[in-house]
């Protein structure tokens, strides 16, 4: 088969592949789906096309078997601009957490660019048996052994004890997502974020959190509502919701921004945050900050992802080194509670957990809510579609990880690892010619 059938063929199969795992858009937008779709996958028929490519200019095995990985690693950089293709890229990968872990020192396209080398490996095992095809074999699974095991160390690793801790209550209210409902019921919304954070609040919590929705006031301009739970709970109280762009506008008319607030005890505002990623493909216009912003409190620092931000490693990295002790992600994805959506979300939790060292707390309207120590490990999980309070201690974390501290190496390495090959390609045909 030659480059561009390949490439026709990759392309035709990523796009089955692809389409499948990102079905869930469709419940969002039909254009949206197919824009995805036909930029993934003719991407990804290009990466087999460079492939098939270089292995029919050079003769070694080697070179091609280490081009499959390498080449991966950059090409995993390009998708990651775009969260939707990242998760995609990252699906056929995901299963054990020990993988999971290697990415407190780097990116997780490290493991998808050795289990490709992996199989190009054994596809040449079966192919020739040969000492150079079987050591390739030894040495892969060599490496994917080790990053096994040192990530099973580290979920074995008992966390250290900090001297800073809080009590949180993470509610799970399952309020139902439709916009119609939303409005022919505010006071049934009101009575069940009421109700809750008086059942929270018999455990005397620290924080009590609730997840983005869309409340039927206007927090910021009319913070009433949660600054009396506050005062009644005695707790802080973390709230986030779409709120109109224009006081006392319309969101549909005149676009909506994405906010949190924290309350003290005492009913006062303690900081807000406005979300600084827009929602993609979104028909209504959303605005957004310019800078991210931690928000400090006397229980500690908080960095706040809304909606998908929490899917974007870069937010979390920003977050950790302004200070952010604990990561919460408050979300809504209820209108995707019947597809595989929640749990790749929760997925990406993980890995933010995972990559700071930090605890992350995960409330969402209708599931999965959780609370995730910062090796990745789920300490307490909601089921989809049942109202809920989770009740956990956790610690907050101040040290970075090798993740946060130093550039992604692995994407220079294999920068470096194809500019080595395509000199000694160029050398070995000076020297033909």
Known sequence: MNACRLFLFATLAAAFHFGFLIHWI??????????????????????????????????????????????????????????????????PFLGLQQFYEVANITSFALVGALALSFNSSFALFLKKRGFLSSSLVLILVTCLGFIFLAGQNRLNCIPENSNKKISVALIQHNLP??????????????????????????????????????????????????SAIARETHAHILVASHIPKIPGGSILKDGFMNVALIFTPDGSLAGTYQSVTRVPFSEVREYTSDDYKVIQTAIGNFGIFLC???????????????????????SNPGLFSSTHLP???????????????????????????????????MLNQTQLSRETIIFSEVSLGSQMSVRHKYPDFIFFLSILCLTALLICFKVKSAGKT
Request: hydrophobic letters at 45%.
């Open 26 to 91: 469709l419940l969002y937008s039909i254009p949206a789906f197919l824009t995805t779709l036909c930029m993934i996958a003719p991407l990804t028929g290009f990466y087999f096309f460079l492939l098939k490519f270089w292995a029919g200019r050079q003769k070694s095995d080697f070179s091609t078997i280490a081009t499959s990985g390498v080449l991966w690693i950059p090409f995993y950089k390009l998708f990651s601009l775009n969260p939707i293709f990242r998760l995609a890229l990252d699906v």
């Open 177 to 226: 997502f439709d916009g119609l409902w939303r409005l022919d019921h505010p006071n049934e919304i009101k009575n069940g974020y009421r109700k809750l954070a008086r059942e929270a609040a018999k455990q005397k919590p620290n924080l009590i959190v609730f997840p983005l929705y869309t409340f039927p006031e206007d927090i910021l301009r009319q913070p009433d509502f949660f």
């Open 308 to 330: 998908y931000e929490d899917t974007i490693p870069g937010l979390a990295k920003h977050a950790v080194r302004d200070g952010a002790e604990i990561l919460i992600a408050l």
């Open 343 to 377: 749990n790749y979300h929760l997925i990406q939790d993980q890995f933010r957990a995972i990559e700071s060292n930090r605890t992350v707390l995960r409330a969402s309207a209708n599931g999965f809510s959780a609370v995730i120590n910062q090796y990745g490990k």
